[in-house]
């Protein structure tokens, strides 16, 4: 019995092809929009490979990439195919490759699947780059003359002004690093000796953000240093002051940009794969009556050859 | 003798409507392209009105949405009378139209071209209104607590990092104003009143500037207070030190922003003008092709096209006289009713 027979003539017949040639066109429609949000999410994560420590994987745009040229020449093959199956005479030298062919896209939607849980499950992935890289970011922040790091403080500052954050959890990830070069410290000073001293490490902490934590919606004008010491300021308590400085982290910014942007790529393929299973049956579909045709007309044309024959042996 | 005379059989005939249809949706989309810049263009004063005293002039925006709704209009139209001139049965409804929307379109022609020189001429009230109004906003910098003004420190803050430019000329401006609001200083303490006493308005002025200028690209952390004190900061010289803060001033950031973007849509109309004038010349070869038929009955008889029908000259003392004429319609007619009297 075979799975979901359906009767067909001439008319629907037509009507089959044509709706199956336009599914194929949104098919290479869409396969184009997979291969760009590859290509910008491959420049994305470029951009801010140095807050990913240069180590972040690139196999989801990648693999995007590789599945939207896919798609797109799948289904270009498929539409030229569907064009032509109209026309018997051309559709006879495509009949020989459509079983390879439907094989093809059956393991292509697997690619897709594949694709899916990936754009899914990577997130983690760039989470823990992201929490590492961030880290790292801080702490080089004033090796602006060192060969490889020397951008690493305007990057860090144009993201903490784009993403509006400060810090890798909260701006006080800032008190625990140095995040000002030795190039800049009067070390004869006492003040600087003292802080030096403070610590095991002999680093210069202070309590104070650099200017690009800075909110511009804040009332008053930004409040980068000594932020914990109410005195220093006037009418200033650090407890309530809320928008004085980003209080969000930029990890938990960064994450939440890129997790979107991988989600709603996921969501596309899903919806990739459940166009690509019904242009994938509809494809069938065509193919099972085309080859009952082939077979009707065979035993039509060599029952007639039957009837030439006894017709001639009559006559002789 | 007609202006630029050209024979037609019916095969140029058919390839000339077709050329002008084609090149009339072109210009369609030319229209749409028009309007959706001036609506760009509106959006983007909008944007930063508050910078410009919320009084920056909207004509010139108004007028290229205008102009784009009735090219999209006109072109329409023509299209649908260029597609009906391959039927004579159909372009027959056409025809008395045609000689007005064709003076329609020569008006139109001469309007695109007063709208793409306003584009490059309102560039100078421009300049005045943004320098006014960023000497203004940064006045009101510290206003965060007046209603109408509460937002004009956020929107200078995001214009300076956006544009990268510090001040209305450049970073000295903010020595001369009070910027920081007074809600803020301690006026019992001994510094801030001497600052104060110090000038003829009572300002707490100071040499520093709000973090908005600092240049993320500066290999040290942001210098904001004292500039011009050396000694303040270690191995500081504010004479030579150039990635601190950014150097260009406001007004000449946000001019030649704007100033590009109506360059920009200048030069494009310009060009969509002489896609215009083409189309309306086309449709002129089209409707006198059309009426000088050698043999009316047979649409296959041969037929001549031209833009105008005598010389530019001819044509325009036709126009003066007829002009004159309908002036003077009604003194001739009393001139002749005494003549009619005398001679009886």
């Given at each position: 019995m ?5 009767k ?22 869409v ?43 799948i289904?270009a ?22 079983k ?13 699947l ?33 060969p ?13 002004i784009?993403?509006?954050c ?5 701006y006080?990830?800032w ?17 600087v000796?003292?802080?030096v ?8 902490l ?8 800075c ?18 300021h006037?009418?200033?308590?650090h ?22 942007m ?34 009707s007309s ?7 050859l ?10 002789a | 003798?007609?202006?630029?005379l050209?024979?037609?059989?019916l095969?140029?005939?058919v ?13 369609v989309?030319?229209?749409v ?34 102009m784009?709704?009735?090219a ?7 299209g ?5 001139s ?11 139209m ?13 309007l ?11 560039k100078i009230p ?15 910098y ?37 910027w920081?609001?007074n ?20 300002q707490?002025?100071m ?5 908005s200028c600092?240049n ?6 942001c ?10 900061h ?9 990635l601190?803060?950014?150097k ?5 950031a ?7 973007m109506?360059?920009?849509i ?22 006198t092709?059309?009426?000088t ?5 047979d ?6 096209g031209?833009?105008?029908?005598k010389?530019?000259?001819?044509t ?25 009297a005398?001679?009886?």
């Amino acid at each position: 019995m075979p799975f979901m027979p359906v009767k067909f003539n001439l008319q629907k017949r037509v009507k089959l092809a044509q709706g199956l040639w336009m599914l194929y066109w949104l098919s290479v429609i869409v396969g184009i929009v997979i291969f760009s949000l590859g290509i910008f999410f491959k420049i994305e994560l470029r951009k801010r490979s140095e807050l990913m420590d240069n180590n972040e994987s690139h196999l989801v745009p990648n693999l995007l990439i590789l599945v939207g040229a896919l798609a797109c020449a799948i289904n270009a093959f498929g539409g030229k195919v569907c064009h032509d199956s109209l026309d018997p005479m051309k559709f006879t030298k495509w009949k020989p490759m459509l079983k390879p062919y439907l094989l093809t896209c059956c393991s292509f939607n697997v690619l897709l699947l594949l694709t899916a849980l990936l754009c899914f499950l990577m997130q983690f992935a760039v989470y823990l780059t992201l929490a590492e890289g961030l880290k790292n970011g801080i702490k080089f922040y004033k090796d602006t003359d060192t060969p490889g790091r020397c951008f690493m403080k305007r990057t860090l500052d144009m993201t903490q002004i784009e993403f509006r954050c400060c810090g890798n959890n909260n701006y006080r990830d800032w008190f625990e690093v140095q995040w000002i070069s030795n190039r800049y410290l009067d070390m004869s000073n006492d003040e600087v000796k003292d802080r030096v001293f403070s610590n095991v490490e002999g680093k210069f902490l202070m309590d104070s953000v650099p200017f690009s934590c800075c909110n511009p919606g804040s009332p008053r004008p930004c409040i980068q240093h000594h932020l914990t010491n109410n005195s220093a300021h006037y009418d200033y308590d650090h407890r309530t002051e809320e928008l004085n400085i980003w209080t969000h982290g930029c990890r938990e910014a960064l994450f939440s940009y890129y997790s979107s942007m991988m989600n709603s790529m996921g969501a596309l393929i899903i919806i990739t794969i459940l166009l690509e299973l019904e242009v994938l049956s509809l494809e069938r579909t065509q193919e099972k009556f085309f080859s009952f045709k082939s077979r009707s007309s065979q035993q039509h044309s060599s029952s007639k050859l039957t009837s030439e024959l006894k017709h001639t042996t009559l006559i002789a | 003798m007609a202006l630029m005379l050209v024979k037609f059989d019916l095969k140029k005939r058919v390839k000339l409507a077709q050329t002008v249809w084609f090149m009339y949706w072109f210009a369609v989309m030319a229209g749409v392209l028009v309007f959706s810049m001036g609506l760009f263009f509106k959006i983007e004063l909008r944007k930063r009105s508050e910078l410009m005293d919320n009084n920056e002039s909207h004509i010139l925006p108004n007028l290229l949405i205008f102009m784009g709704l009735i090219a999209c209009g006109i072109n329409a139209f023509g299209g649908k009378v260029c597609y009906d001139s391959l039927d004579p049965t159909k372009f027959v409804k056409w025809k008395p139209m045609l000689k007005t929307f064709l003076v329609f379109c020569v008006v139109f022609n001469a309007l695109l071209i007063v709208t793409a020189l306003m584009c490059f001429v309102m560039k100078i009230p421009l300049q005045f209104t943004l320098s006014e109004g960023l000497k203004n906003g940064m006045r009101y910098y510290k206003d965060t607590d007046t209603p109408g003004r509460c937002y004009m420190k956020r929107t200078l803050d995001l214009m300076q990092m956006e544009f990268r430019c510090c001040g209305n000329d450049h970073y000295r401006d903010w020595f001369e104003i009070q910027w920081v609001s007074n809600r803020y200083l301690d006026f019992s303490a001994k510094e801030v009143k001497d600052r104060l006493g110090s000038n003829v308005d009572g300002q707490y002025l100071m040499d520093g500037v709000p973090f908005s200028c600092c240049n993320p690209s500066s290999p040290r952390p942001c210098i904001q207070m004292q500039m011009t004190n050396n000694s303040a900061h270690y191995s500081y010289d504010h004479y030579t030190e150039e990635l601190n803060v950014w150097k260009r001033g406001c007004r000449e950031a946000l001019l030649s922003y704007y100033g590009g973007m109506m360059n920009t849509i200048g030069a494009l109309v310009f060009l969509i003008t002489l896609l215009e004038v083409a189309v309306t010349v086309g449709l002129q070869y089209v409707d006198t092709s059309l009426s000088t038929l050698a043999n009316p009955e047979d649409p296959e008889s041969e037929s001549e096209g031209w833009i105008l029908e005598k010389t530019v000259k001819e044509t325009f003392t036709d126009i003066m006289a007829k002009m004159k004429a309908t002036g003077k319609g009604g003194k001739v007619e009393e001139g002749g009713e005494e003549g009619v009297a005398t001679v009886s």
